[in-house]
């Protein structure tokens, strides 16, 4: 993790509240606090050399590889968004949408896919993933890619900002891969999941998924959606379930056309928390 990293994650938000006295505090102590963080820092893992001891991994569902490299995809987890210094082997409730991707992923388990995850971070569920679908390329993207923590043959790990419809494009339309599988995990703010979606979804297979978590985040979240603006993702998929019409700034007449007249359905499901859409492709 490079300093900048960690200032972003563990300060940045603090000191854009704080007063200035406060402010000059936490300025001062990041770098001390930096320093004695690095030896709790996770080291990288070859997933290619891990299997050898680990086959059996190959074998179990998606809550058991969730839980076992600690995805808060799963039921279970340790906080893996406290500094690296506090983090405890404490279990605490995840967001438990191991039984929605299981549902659709089980038939599709052994094929040759193509899976992108945006918002990687540590790389936990890229891990899960890796042992679920040993046939599958994967593709993880997110703001901070120093952080992830796992390597191997068939990973791409790189950056990408998924606010920015430039660095969407730069970063995953111009790899020119056609993907099966499509996972939005990353900033959970409005614009984001939108653009990310209407972007993305031409990059998709036919018959493959795109999936939306925490999409009720801009909806019941300040920081999700500073402005309170309307209509939200989950606004927007309702809407074309119901086949009525809808208009948002951040979505293009072509984009908007190319979904409507390629999508096939959306699910969305309700986990311990949360809540995750499932959009699949004709």
């Excluded at 070859?46 to 590889?65: A, G, P, V």
């Excluded at 993702?233 to 074309?240: D, V």
């Excluded at 979505?251 to 499901?269: A, R």
């Amino acid at each position: 993790m490079k300093l900048s990293t960690f200032y972003k994650i563990y300060y940045l938000h603090r000191i854009k509240k704080a007063k200035a006295l406060l402010k000059f505090y936490l300025l001062l102590i990041i770098p001390f606090r930096y320093l004695i963080n690095i030896p709790f820092f996770q080291k990288k893992i070859n997933l290619d050399n891990f299997k050898k001891n680990n086959m059996d991994l190959f074998d179990k569902d998606l809550d058991y590889l969730f839980d076992n490299f600690n995805s808060d995809k799963g039921n279970l987890y340790e906080n893996q968004y406290a500094q690296p210094i506090k983090k405890t082997k404490n279990k605490i409730k995840a967001h438990g949408y191991s039984f929605f991707y299981e549902k659709y992923f089980l038939k599709i388990r052994n094929n040759n896919l193509k899976i992108l995850e945006i918002g990687s971070f540590y790389g936990n569920a890229t891990a899960s993933l890796f042992f679920y679908f040993k046939n599958a390329i994967l593709y993880s993207g997110d703001i901070f890619p120093d952080l992830f923590r796992y390597k191997s043959k068939r990973i791409n790990s790189f950056f990408v900002d998924s606010s920015d419809e430039v660095s969407i494009k730069k970063n995953i339309v111009n790899l020119n891969v056609d993907f099966d599988i499509i996972i939005e995990d990353a900033s959970h703010m409005l614009k984001d999941q939108i653009i990310s979606l209407f972007i993305l979804f031409q990059n998709l297979k036919a018959g493959g998924l795109f999936i939306v978590e925490e999409l009720e985040f801009p909806d019941t979240r300040k920081d999700m959606n500073l402005d309170n603006e309307k209509p939200t993702l989950k606004e927007i998929l309702f809407q074309i379930k119901s086949n009525k019409g809808f208009f948002s700034k951040y979505i293009t007449f072509e984009q908007k056309k190319y979904f409507l007249e390629n999508f096939k359905s959306i699910d969305i499901y309700k986990g311990n928390f949360n809540e995750i859409a499932v959009i699949e492709k004709k």
